[in-house]
């Protein structure tokens, strides 16, 4: 699932995963940083589950 225009928009850009981070460790609550498809940046989120990393397609055989 992509980020949404309206999500990226609002979020905080990072030019880099180390520099999420730093910004991260100063949240109280845990934020995981990851890079946007949308701008190429890297957004911070705190959701603790639901945004999966992508992993192949798994094509079960008939
Ligand atoms: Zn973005």
């Known amino acids: 699932m992509r ?3 309206r999500i990226c928009k609002t979020k905080m850009r990072f030019a880099d995963q180390a520099a999420a981070q730093v910004v991260s460790a100063h949240y109280d609550q845990l934020v995981r ?3 946007c498809d ?3 940046a ?3 989120t705190s959701r603790r589950k639901g945004k999966r990393i992508a992993r192949p397609a798994a094509s079960a055989p008939e």
């Open 33 to 35: 940083p990851y890079r």
């Open 42 to 44: 890297w957004h911070l």
């Open 3 to 5: 980020t949404r225009l």
């Open 38 to 40: 949308r701008c190429g």
